[in-house]
């Protein structure tokens, strides 16, 4: 049985483009070749440039929240990643630093010039890498409940601790027992599972992640399973983590960032974690406890997201 959509539900009211119709601020679907792959995008608004990176695994549609307020301030682009829904999925390219040159070939080919980066999950790491390796056209950066991968990550264990919660990840501080990290290096395999069945893990993750989970509602979970209920989706998803000893060993290169950096971190999720690590990897940043959240910040608590961008980005 197929449960990436429930019956009933007509496919074209889950398209980027139809989804795009219905935010307020006269949003609208585009596709642009950029760095080698075809990427999409939803736009809208107008003012200075503010491009948002989303993560796993979600699409562009998990700013959907905050992108009508924020379009009355900025010029707003909600981008789909290499390999992530509406986006090509090429066999390549799933390290941080090529996929940060994605979007800084994006935002030339649209004439943008310096652009600010919002990211959550994956979209934080290539917002990270986009402001280490192309800092003359990174404006501020705003990292959601994730920083770039580094060393660090190398320790993580592949057994929960004795005190650890396998079957939940909500946790007091930065304890959560990241089981996917290891299910998504293997190749072949979770394609195969999750092919026709990979709402199962998109319920799994909302329902374990968010403090509250019915603030990713059920329309927002159809997009997912759309999005990813493929076997080729769930490969080119996968390929982000596998991709993370490759931009561990580029973390290593980068100096400081030099932007401005917003790190918000959920207060059930990573906040301790941003506030350990991130003092020593940037010269400007702040690390703002986000109340009531779990990891999903923008869905969980929309209004604190479009109140700490819009005072940061001026």
């Known amino acids: 049985m197929n ?5 009933g539900t007509p496919p074209d009211a889950l398209s980027d483009a139809a989804l795009a119709r219905s935010l307020d601020g006269g949003f609208t679907s585009r596709h642009a070749d950029a760095n080698g792959v075809r990427l999409h995008y939803v736009e809208g608004g107008a003012g200075e440039p503010l491009i948002l990176l989303g993560g796993w695994p979600q699409t562009w549609w998990q700013w959907n929240k905050v992108m009508p307020a924020l379009a009355r301030r900025y010029r707003v682009l909600a981008v789909d990643l290499r390999g992530m829904g509406g986006s090509g999925k090429p066999v390549g390219g799933y390290d941080k630093k090529t996929m940060a040159g994605d979007i800084h070939a994006l935002a030339a080919r649209l004439g943008l010039g310096r652009v600010h980066l919002a990211g959550h999950d994956i979209g934080a790491m290539v917002a990270w890498a986009h402001a280490a390796n192309h800092p003359e056209a990174t404006g501020k950066v705003v990292l959601l409940d994730v920083a770039h991968p580094d060393a660090g990550w190398s320790s993580f264990s592949l057994l929960p601790e004795p005190d650890q919660h ?15 990290f290891a299910f998504n290096q293997v190749k072949g395999l979770p394609e195969r599972l999750l ?3 990979v709402r199962l893990l998109v319920d799994w993750l909302f329902e374990r992640q968010a403090v509250d989970p019915r603030s990713i509602d059920e329309h927002a979970r159809e997009v997912y399973a759309r999005a990813y209920g ?4 769930v490969r080119a998803g996968n390929a982000w983590y596998q991709a993370f000893t490759q931009d561990m060993e580029d973390e290593w290169t980068y100096g400081p960032l030099t932007a401005p950096v917003l790190a918000l971190g959920g207060d059930h999720s990573n906040y301790t974690y941003l506030r350990d690590v991130l003092p020593a990897k940037a010269a400007d940043v702040q690390v703002v406890e986000v109340a009531d959240c779990g990891h999903y910040i923008p869905e969980e608590q929309p209004q604190a997201v479009t109140d700490r961008l819009t005072a940061f980005l001026g």
């Open 230 to 233: 493929s076997a080729d989706a």
């Open 195 to 197: 092919d026709g069945r």
């Open 3 to 7: 449960t990436s959509r429930p019956a």
């Open 166 to 180: 396998a079957g939940t990840v909500i946790e007091e501080g930065d304890r959560s027992y990241l089981w996917w």
